[in-house]
Structures are given as structure tokens and as C-alpha cells.
């Protein structure tokens, strides 16, 4: 039972280059969602999937994307990276009121 | 609206002192979830602890205790006889059933450094 797995852990991107950020999760948890961390501020939420098919925005969308073609997985895109992004990302799973089980992070840097 | 407010930036004590986190929320909702994370400088999230909105029983876990006052909005974390090892960054964070219960809104964030 590896939890909730999140590729790559380290990440140097130059402006304007996308990538794609890989979260997956063996739990069967309905809900995933994206999360990212800056100094001072907690994490924020990106974008969250209540399932397969189902996703929509959270406070700070802006500049990623997502889909949800599986229970499993949960993708984040970065359309076209700006130095604004440099941050921590988090990708979480979890059921309805309970505590989220979160990836061990990926530390992305846009340069 | 939801926010969270840990007023407490950053907190210093030595070893074996006593030390309590401060966290207030704010929230609409009459059904909702308070959680403490830690995060350790290798950067993980652990999950501590879960309250929901309807049980104001305090909890005692080994050192660690939980205060939930509604009438304060107030959900505090204390550490008994803290250790070199409990130095973390502690988020308090909320969620509420109107939002799946899953969407979580972190407060900044309380770094704790326990001094040998």
C-alpha cells in the first residue's frame, strides 16, 4: 500500500516550458486534490476531483490544469511555467471529513 | 467564508518546557473539520489529529492535547515536556461539509524550535 504517489520530487523548469506534475493514490479515495506551499502563506488549494471525470477550481487555479480519467490518478499541468510558480506542490487524497493523506511533495523551480 | 489564523509565526522553547499553538477559524458552515498537520524539515505532512464540529471533547494523545472551544472558535494544540524531536512547522487546517469535507484551508503555519 504505497498511499499517495507524487513524480518528480525536485523539478527546474525554464519560463514558458510546461510539465506535467503525476499524483496517484491505491486507496480508492473519491477525492484528490492539489495544493501549493509558500513560504508563510500554508498550502492553497489549486484544483480539486470529487471522481473520475469530475474536477473544478480552487482558491489559486490560474496557469494549471487538471483531469481525472481514473480513480487513481490526477495529473497537474502546467500550461506555461512563469518564475510565480515556484513553489512546493502537494497532491492529497482523501473521503469526505476525514484527514487528507498527502504525497511526500515535489519542489518545483522556475527560472 | 473559511479562514484560519495561527497568530504565532514562529516559537522557541528549551526542552522539556511546555508549549501551546494557538488556532482560530473562521467558518459558515454548521458541520465542519478542524486537523493539525506536521510538517518536519524533511518536509512531509503528518496528520496529527482530526476534530469534527459537533465533539468539543478534548483530547490526550501521549503529549500532545487539543482544546476545541466553539464558543471561542478556537482550536489549540498543546506539547507536554517537549523534545528536540517535535521541532516542525504545525499547521492547523479546516474543511466543511458543504465543500466535501475534503477542501482543506491551511492556516500560514507556527514553526516550533525546541532547544536542547
Known amino acids: 500500500n504505497a498511499g499517495v504517489t507524487q513524480t518528480p520530487k525536485f523539478q527546474v523548469l525554464k519560463t514558458g516550458q510546461s510539465m506535467t506534475l503525476q499524483c496517484a493514490q491505491d486507496?480508492?479515495?473519491?477525492?484528490m486534490s492539489w495544493y501549493r506551499q509558500d513560504p508563510g502563506m500554508g498550502l492553497r488549494l489549486i484544483h480539486y476531483s470529487v471522481g473520475a471525470g469530475i474536477t473544478d477550481q480552487g482558491e489559486v487555479p490560474n496557469g494549471y490544469n487538471v483531469s481525472r480519467s481514473t480513480t487513481e490518478d490526477f495529473p497537474l499541468r502546467l500550461l506555461s511555467a512563469a518564475p510565480s510558480q515556484t513553489s512546493v506542490y502537494f497532491c492529497a487524497s482523501g473521503y469526505s471529513g476525514t484527514e487528507a493523506f498527502f504525497g511526500q511533495g515535489t519542489r518545483l523551480t522556475v527560472v | 467564508a473559511q479562514k484560519v489564523t495561527q497568530a504565532q509565526t514562529e516559537i522557541s522553547v528549551v526542552e522539556k518546557e511546555d508549549v501551546t499553538l494557538d488556532c482560530v477559524y473562521e467558518t459558515r458552515d454548521t458541520t465542519y473539520y478542524l486537523f493539525w498537520y506536521k510538517q518536519p524539515p524533511s518536509g512531509e505532512l503528518v496528520f496529527l489529529i482530526r476534530?469534527?464540529?459537533?465533539?468539543?471533547q478534548n483530547e490526550i494523545s501521549g503529549r500532545y492535547s487539543w482544546n476545541f472551544q466553539k464558543s471561542t472558535s478556537s482550536f489549540n494544540f498543546t506539547i507536554t515536556a517537549s523534545q528536540v524531536v517535535d521541532s516542525a512547522v504545525y499547521f492547523c487546517a479546516l474543511s466543511e461539509a458543504r465543500n466535501y469535507g475534503q477542501n482543506f484551508v491551511f492556516g500560514p503555519g507556527t514553526r516550533l524550535s525546541v532547544l536542547p
Open positions: 486507496m480508492n479515495h473519491e477525492y
Open positions: 476534530r469534527n464540529s459537533f465533539d468539543e
